[in-house]
Nanobody, 123 residues
Framework: VQLQASGGGLVQAGGSLRLSCVSS????????VGWFRQGSDKEREFVAA????????NHADSVKGRFTISKDRATNTVYLQMTNLKPEDTAVYYC?????????????????WGQGTQVTVSS
């Protein structure tokens, strides 16, 4: 299974970006999906997750109210809509497919990872 993340870029503080993640198989239809990020000299951290049918989602406190995860099962795509971006959101963002159908927040629960897309927020 291959995951392809895209949509990153350079944006000014307060701006918006939408990240997309497409799976090579219909993995997203049956599995939970999450977004994680890793800034320079930082550990990878959880950002958002959604369960197999999109009925349950979770967002890290640091992004709650600004980021929204969603899933389009028909196109096997998961999105992360990011608004009111801050310089501290600068990181490489990774999408991942969970081992099961649930919405999970820990990296060890994920089986497949995308290559990452860089998000840079300037002040």
């Amino acid at each position: 299974v291959q995951l392809q993340a895209s949509g990153g870029g350079l944006v000014q503080a307060g701006g918006s970006l939408r990240l997309s993640c497409v799976s090579s198989r219909r993995t997203f239809s049956n599995n939970g999906v999450g977004w994680f990020r890793q800034g320079s000299d930082k550990e990878r951290e959880f950002v958002a997750a959604i369960n197999w049918n999109g009925s349950n989602e979770n967002h890290a406190d640091s992004v709650k109210g600004r980021f929204t995860i969603s899933k389009d099962r028909a196109t096997n795509t998961v999105y992360l809509q990011m608004t009111n971006l801050k310089p501290e959101d600068t990181a490489v963002y990774y999408c991942a497919a969970a081992r099961g159908a649930s919405m999970v927040t820990t990296a060890r629960e994920y089986q497949y990872w995308g290559q990452g897309t860089q998000v840079t927020v300037s002040s």
